[in-house]
Structure formats: structure tokens, C-alpha cells
T-cell receptor
Framework: DGGITQSPKYLFRKEGQNVTLSCEQN?????MYWYRQDPGQGLRLIYY???????QKGDIAEGYSVSREKKESFPLTVTSAQKNPTAFYLC??????????????FGQGTRLTVV | AQKITQTQPGMFVQEKEAVTLDCTYD???????LFWYKQPSSGEMIFLIY????DQQNATEGRYSLNFQKARKSANLVISASQLGDSAMYFCAMREGWRGNYQLIWGAGTKLIIKP
């Protein structure tokens, strides 16, 4: 079955540690995104990538880093510089078509908690 | 100012009734797209329906329809004949101008609970 797989589902991090969230898709989509979701708020874009080896910052990129070495994979690293990393993180992908809106497909998310 | 406003934090609806979830948006760009997504308790976002700013007719997808009132800048989601499985969070989102759909602006969501 085609889809997006995020792992782990739950992640606990100690203060000062970096952690990496995995996102893999087998939909052959060019574009991939990382969003952060906090209670009572809409999603906020962290990073996005339209093609391999290229990515751009979203609205809240500070304290995060990404890589896009393969089309299928877009891992997100939450660094120790991120002041408030406890949140629900969603990865998504979509077809990238110039001038045309396309829907995004989402993974089931990773809930990160700082302990 | 909020770009996407969902005024109903939560709603209770009787099973089989129709339900309208409100969404108002704010943009001065003539080109924009509006999306509705459903988020069940499992966490993933599920695409429901899309309306482009230049679309002449209201979008429909099965039991979902979008009541698009451009002059009022509203894009309300209508779910006909609600089912227990419709209980979830619902989010309205907007692609504004030529930023691309990777830069959607999201509302805070409405929690819908369907009562048996």
C-alpha cells in the first residue's frame, strides 16, 4: 500500500539532546513537508522540499534541520536549539505541479515530549 | 490578523443530521485555494475537499460539499447525513497567491462529535 510512514510514534527527549524523526513515502511524490501541531492551533510549516537535495525553511524553522538525500525520505532533526520542542509533528507529501493546487498526504505523526 | 478563522472550537451533532463547519478567510490576493482536512484521533490528516478561487461552482465530494461565498470570504464545509465515523478534528487551510500549496495557512480547527 502506498503511503507515508513516520517513526517513531512517540519519542521522549532529554533537555539538550538532538533527536531525529523519520519520514518515508512510497507515493513517488516530489514534494515533502514537515509541520508542527500544538494544542488549539493550526499546523505550522517547519521545512519543505520540492526536489531531492533541495529544501526551504518554512515559518518556524529555527531549531530544526532537515535533509533530502533520497526522494522517498525527509528526516527532521529537532536540535537542542529548539526552545520548546514538545509537540506533535506531521510529515506530508504531494505531487508538485506548477500553478496547480494538489492535496497533501500525511503520515500518522510523531509525538515528541521533552523530559 | 488571522488569515483563517474557524469560530467553532467544538460541535455536537446527532447522527444522520447534516452539519456545517464554518471557515472564514482573509486575503487580498485574487488567486487562492481552500482545503478542508479531517484529523481523526489516530493523528493523520485526511484530505476532504478543495475549492479554487476561480472555480465557478461549489465543490462536492460524496457527502462533503463546500459552501463557497466569495464576497463574504467564507468556505464552510457541509457534511450531509453525519456518521459516527465523522467524529474528528476538522481543519480549514488556504493557499494564498503563488506561494504554492506547501505554504498552506491553517485554521485552529473544529472538534466535531457525532452523537448516536
Amino acid at each position: 500500500d502506498g503511503g507515508i510512514t513516520q517513526s517513531p510514534k512517540y519519542l521522549f527527549r532529554k533537555e539538550g539532546q538532538n533527536v531525529t524523526l523519520s519520514c518515508e513515502q512510497n507515493l513517488n511524490h516530489d514534494a515533502m513537508y514537515w509541520y508542527r501541531q500544538d494544542p488549539g492551533q493550526g499546523l505550522r510549516l517547519i521545512y519543505y522540499s520540492q526536489i531531492v537535495n533541495d529544501f526551504q525553511k518554512g515559518d518556524i524553522a529555527e531549531g530544526y534541520s532537515v535533509s533530502r538525500e533520497k526522494k522517498e525520505s525527509f528526516p527532521l532533526t529537532v536540535t537542542s536549539a529548539q526552545k520548546n520542542p514538545t509537540a506533535f509533528y506531521l510529515c506530508a507529501s504531494s505531487i508538485s505541479q506548477q500553478g496547480r493546487d494538489t492535496e497533501a498526504f500525511f503520515g500518522q505523526g510523531t509525538r515528541l515530549t521533552v523530559v | 490578523a488571522q488569515k483563517i478563522t474557524q469560530t467553532q472550537p467544538g460541535m455536537f451533532v446527532q447522527e444522520k443530521e447534516a452539519v456545517t463547519l464554518d471557515c472564514t478567510y482573509d486575503t487580498s490576493d485574487p488567486s487562492y485555494g481552500l482545503f478542508w482536512y479531517k484529523q481523526p484521533s489516530s493523528g493523520e490528516m485526511i484530505f476532504l475537499i478543495y475549492q479554487g478561487s476561480y472555480d465557478q461552482q461549489n465543490a462536492t465530494e460524496g457527502r462533503y460539499s463546500l459552501n463557497f461565498q466569495k464576497a463574504r470570504k467564507s468556505a464552510n464545509l457541509v457534511i450531509s447525513a453525519s456518521q459516527l465515523g465523522d467524529s474528528a478534528m476538522y481543519f480549514c487551510a488556504m493557499r494564498e497567491g503563488w506561494r504554492g500549496n506547501y505554504q498552506l495557512i491553517w485554521g485552529a480547527g473544529t472538534k466535531l462529535i457525532i452523537k448516536p
